[in-house]
C-alpha cells in the first residue's frame, strides 16, 4: 500500500507467540497545563505526583508500562524517569516541547527530535528508540516528518492515529503494526494506538476521552476483539488523567467548559485501569511487539 509516497506493509494478522501481554499500557509523560494551553509555561512537580499514583495502580495490579516522556519533563524531573526504569519500566519519547510537528518546519523538527532525544537519554542512560509525536501530530500533509524521526534514530514510531478525527489522524492507515520504507530509504515501524471495527465504521477506543468514559464492559470487548482479530491492543493515557483536584487549580485560568471535560471521568481512573488490568493481559510496548513477532 502507498501513503503519500511511503510504501507501508502491514503484518499480517497472527496469534502471538506468547499468551501474554497481548495489550500495551502507554503514557505520555507531560504536566496539562504546559501541553495543552501554553507550551512556554514551566513543567511543574504535579506531574511527578500523577506518575507516583500511576506507579501504584501498576505495582499493585502487577503491569508494566512504556512510559512516552516528553523532553521538558525528563530535563526537569529526571529522577522521575530513573524511577520508572527501576520499577521495571519501559521508557521511550513523546518528543520535547508538545509544540504541535505540523507547524514545524524541518529545521525545527530536526531539532525537536534531536532535543528529546538526547535529554531522554541523558536522564535514563538507555538508548531510546520509539517515538510517539504530541497529540498525534504527524498527519498526511507532513508525513515526510517519519523521514526525520527514522533520522534521529528511532526504529518504531507511533505518532500516527489510524483514522480521521477533527483534530488528527490519517483515514485509510493501517490498523495494527505496518513496516514503512522512507523516502529516504529508511525502514520504520510504525505502531498505532487501538482503534477497533464496530459494522463499517473504525472507531477510537485507546486513550483520552473514549478510554475514561466508555462503558469498562464495552472497553474490555474493543480490546479483545482486536487481539482477537491478531494484531496488539495499544492503549495510551496521561498522567493528569487520574487528578481530579488538579482541575480547580486552573479556575479562572482556561475556559470552564474545557475544564468541565477535562474533569470527566478522572475520579474513577485508577479504580477503572485496575478493573481493566484484571481483566486483559497488559504490558510494555517492548514485551507486546516481541510476542506478536514485530520486534
Ligand atoms: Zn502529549
Not at 518528543?95 to 505540523?102: A, F, I, K
Not at 490498523?175 to 498505532?192: K, M, Y
Not at 473504525?202 to 482479530?229: D, E, H, K, M
Not at 481530579?244 to 485560568?253: N, R, S, T
Request: contains cysteine; aromatic residues 10%; neutral net charge.
Amino acid at each position: 500500500m502507498q501513503h503519500s509516497g511511503i510504501s507501508v506493509e502491514a503484518y499480517p494478522a497472527v496469534q502471538p507467540t506468547r499468551s501474554e501481554p497481548l495489550c500495551a499500557f502507554t503514557m505520555d509523560v507531560e504536566d496539562w497545563y504546559q501541553s495543552s494551553v501554553d507550551f512556554d509555561a514551566p513543567i511543574t512537580n504535579r506531574v511527578v505526583r500523577n506518575c507516583d499514583r500511576f506507579l501504584k495502580v501498576l505495582d499493585h495490579s502487577g503491569v508494566k508500562a512504556t512510559f512516552f516522556v516528553q523532553g521538558l519533563v525528563a530535563k526537569a524531573f529526571p529522577g522521575l524517569v530513573r524511577t520508572f526504569l527501576q520499577e521495571g519500566h519501559e521508557v521511550q519519547s513523546h518528543g520535547h516541547s508538545h509544540r504541535p510537528l505540523h507547524a514545524m518546519n524541518h529545521e525545527q523538527l530536526r531539532c525537536e527530535l534531536e532535543f528529546a532525544r538526547k535529554t531522554l537519554e541523558d536522564a535514563s542512560g538507555t538508548r531510546i528508540t520509539m517515538f510517539r509525536a504530541q497529540d498525534f501530530s504527524i498527519l498526511r500533509e507532513n508525513i515526510w516528518a517519519l523521514e526525520l524521526v527514522a533520522e534521529a534514530g528511532f526504529d518504531i514510531d507511533s505518532s500516527i492515529f489510524p483514522l480521521r478525527t477533527t483534530r488528527y489522524g490519517i483515514s485509510g492507515w493501517p490498523a495494527g503494526p505496518s513496516r514503512g520504507r522512507l523516502q529516504n530509504g529508511a525502514v520504520l515501524i510504525e505502531a498505532p494506538v487501538a482503534v477497533v471495527k464496530y459494522g463499517a465504521l473504525w472507531l477510537p477506543v485507546a486513550g483520552g476521552g473514549y478510554f475514561r468514559l466508555l462503558p469498562q464492559a464495552l472497553l474490555c470487548w474493543a480490546l479483545s476483539s482486536i487481539t482477537a482479530a491478531g494484531r496488539p491492543a495499544i492503549v495510551y493515557c496521561h498522567p493528569y488523567e487520574i487528578a481530579p483536584e488538579e482541575i480547580d487549580e486552573y479556575k479562572g485560568l482556561v475556559s470552564p467548559l474545557f475544564l468541565q471535560y477535562q474533569r470527566l471521568g478522572r475520579s474513577q481512573f485508577g479504580s477503572r485501569l485496575e478493573h481493566l488490568f484484571s481483566k486483559l493481559s497488559f504490558g510494555r510496548m517492548d514485551s507486546v511487539l516481541a510476542n506478536w513477532g514485530i520486534i
